[in-house]
């Protein structure tokens, strides 16, 4: 099984920084990408930055110069370093993995349990 563990998340004011982590661990043939989604209440899950095994970065346009991506690609860990935090960023964050636990199998997406972010004075 493949498990993924994120921590970091918590309550900041408006303007502050948190920094979440991630690491994915058990049977790991291949990581494709590593990356951070988040879901607002009554809204649904989106793309908050991606970062694929070749270096390429995907950014969401509401996060941009915000936020950073990082990873460790030998310890299969992925970071997010948030900075200028804003209300609108409060929401659970999730980290996700693209990855493949043999060579046999396709590539297939994990998740994990999720972190509380809230922004608020």
């Known amino acids: 099984q493949v498990q993924l563990v994120e921590s970091g998340g918590g309550l900041v004011q408006p303007g502050g920084s948190l920094r979440l982590s991630c690491e994915a661990s058990g049977h790991i043939f291949s990581m494709h990408a590593m990356g951070w989604y988040r879901q607002a209440p009554g809204k649904d899950r989106e793309l908050v930055a991606s970062?694929?095994?070749?270096?390429?970065?995907n950014y969401a346009d509401a996060v941009k110069d915000r936020f950073t991506i990082s990873r460790e690609h030998a310890k299969n860990k992925v970071y997010l370093q948030m900075n200028s935090l804003e209300s609108e960023d409060t929401a659970v964050y999730y980290c996700?993995?693209?990855?493949?636990?043999?060579?046999?199998?396709?590539?297939?997406?994990?998740w994990g349990q999720g972190t509380q972010v809230t922004v608020s004075s």
């Open positions: 996700n993995a693209l990855l493949k636990r043999t060579s046999a199998e396709i590539w297939s997406n994990y």
């Open positions: 970062i694929f095994s070749e270096g390429s970065i």
